[in-house]
């Protein structure tokens, strides 16, 4: 007999979590990190999967095994899963959430036409500033989230999917505008994600995006003795992102030149100089091969004072 819920969540925390207090039904656990590298629209297809597979393979040394057992097999099952009456998402306010989020809706327009889906999307709790996680949610708490979702619309999945189209495009100038303009979307927290996503291409004024020159502020204005401590600060520091250790050591290693030790952490000279917007870094950075969705990161830049992106052209 099949169960009438499915639940697919942000991840093994919340997965174990929402187990642990007896939620009943299925579950799914979206494991992927689609707000790095290419995607494509097509959510599901070989070519979507090669290229996550490519990506992940060269930037975080994912083995093909770890891919398939990981990533792969819960996909499989998740295809497999087509008899609950009820679909329900579990995501989170961050940007890593809020773009998995967006291909999960995708891949359900296309493969659950008609299902009943609703949306649980944990942040803002009364009577504290600190968005919160899922699993920082109380008990009492999440059943209130989950007795609160919203039941989403063919209109929203629509709409998320048309934002996930865009994110997939090979330019970001649409997705600019158009996030700010759905006051009726049921998506909370994903005009505030967009917004941190744009804000990761290079800004105009040294090169770096918003994370890196985060990373490069976090190095000089806090005595840390070692790399894992300027992670550990980055991760209490951050909100809208939703980053784990992975990234932020990936990220600070792609930043390698700009210090001069991380026994204790010390920017270097030329750290300190695009730190204070006196040194350019674009040009020792730019690469090819770095996409966010279908977009290369260093094809637009960031102007921090109109909060726009322009576009570079290349003479040939």
């Known amino acids: 007999m099949s169960s009438s819920v499915l639940h697919i969540t942000n991840g093994d ?48 040394k994912i083995s093909k095994k770890t891919f398939i057992d990981y990533t792969l097999k819960e996909y499989r099952s998740l295809c497999n ?30 493969y659950r036409k008609g299902y009943h889906i609703s949306l649980v999307c944990s942040g803002k709790i009364k009577g504290t500033k600190k968005l919160k996680a899922l699993t920082e949610l109380t008990e009492n708490q999440i059943n209130q989230h989950y007795k609160n979702r919203v039941d989403l619309t063919q209109d929203d999945i629509e709409y998320g999917d048309y934002i996930w189209q865009l994110y997939c495009s090979d330019s970001p100038l649409r997705l600019e505008t158009v996030y700010k303009f759905n006051p009726m979307s049921p998506f909370t927290y994903l005009a505030s994600a967009i917004e941190a996503h744009l804000q990761r291409f290079p800004s105009i004024r040294n090169g770096l995006n918003q994370v ?93 004072q109109s909060k726009k992106l322009l576009q570079i052209t290349y003479l040939k």
């Not at 494991?31 to 790095?36: I, Q, T, V």
């Not at 494509?40 to 975080?60: A, I, M, P, Q």
């Not at 679909?87 to 998995?100: A, H, K, P, R, T």
Request: glycine share 6%; net charge positive.
């Open 212 to 304: 890196e020159n985060t990373i490069l502020e976090t190095a000089n204005s806090h005595k840390l003795s070692s790399k894992q401590q300027l992670v550990s600060q980055l991760l209490k520091k951050q909100t809208t992102y939703g980053f784990g250790d992975l990234q932020y050591e990936h990220k600070i290693t792609q930043l390698d030149k700009l210090f001069s030790s991380f026994n204790p952490t010390t920017l270097s000279k030329k750290g300190k100089e695009v730190l204070e917007n006196k040194l350019n870094f674009y040009g020792e950075l730019r690469d090819e091969t770095t996409f966010f969705g279908g977009t290369k990161k260093y094809s637009y830049l960031f102007n921090d």
């Open 13 to 60: 925390s919340t997965t174990n979590y929402l187990k642990k207090l007896h939620f009943s039904g299925d579950f799914i656990t979206w494991r992927e990190m689609l707000c790095e590298g290419k995607t494509t629209t097509d959510v599901g297809s070989e070519t979507f999967w090669k290229n996550r597979f490519d990506f992940l393979k060269s930037s975080y």
């Open 81 to 110: 899963k087509k008899e609950s009456k009820e679909i329900v998402l579990w995501f989170e306010y961050d940007l890593f959430c809020q773009i998995n989020m967006l291909a999960v809706i995708s891949w359900l327009k296309t």
